[in-house]
């Protein structure tokens, strides 16, 4: 494992344990609350955090998967989450864990300098990227998105739907 791979993971690592630490506070009706109707439950983010997360990180290990059917399934799977109880949502988040480090755990200087060229069949903007890059996009995503649960924690405490 490359010093980058390793220290992607300490991030993600760390990033999970945010998102652990967010998630514990909160009783269990908060995991599907959503502040607004067009926001995401702490459900989805948590599930959808775990899936780009693993994708992104397999991309700038030398995986890169295709993106069209990681949007068709695992992404539109975890945008569809609810009803997930908060202890099976914290398992799934620490076993996570565990998996990033054997995803980077092959990682090579080959990989990080690599093009990582995902293709997305919906015309969206999809930017070409070295192995690094991706690493690096993969966990400044996590961390926008456990940002969203540390502030939906906030929200909850501060004032909890009736």
Not at 64 to 86: N, P, W
Request: glycine share 8%; net charge negative; aromatic share 6%.
């Amino acid at each position: 494992m490359t010093p980058t791979h390793e220290g992607a993971l300490q991030i993600t690592r760390e990033s999970l344990q945010f998102l652990r630490s967010a998630i514990q506070d909160l009783p269990e009706a908060a995991m599907d609350w959503r502040p607004l109707p067009a926001a995401s439950s702490v459900s989805v983010l948590a599930v959808h955090c775990v899936s780009a997360t693993r994708f992104f990180l397999r991309a700038g290990s030398g995986d890169a998967g295709s993106l069209a059917a990681y949007r068709a399934g695992e992404r539109a799977e975890a945008f569809r989450t609810s009803g997930v109880r908060k202890e099976d949502l914290l398992r799934t988040i620490a076993a996570f864990g565990d998996e990033a480090a054997e995803i980077v755990a092959g990682g090579t200087d080959e990989h990080l300098f690599a093009r990582v060229e995902l293709i997305a069949e919906d015309n969206l903007p999809v930017p070409v990227r070295t192995g690094a890059g991706t690493l690096f996009a993969a966990i400044a995503h996590l961390r926008e998105h456990v940002g969203h649960v540390q502030l939906m924690h906030d929200l909850w405490l501060a004032e909890p739907p009736p």
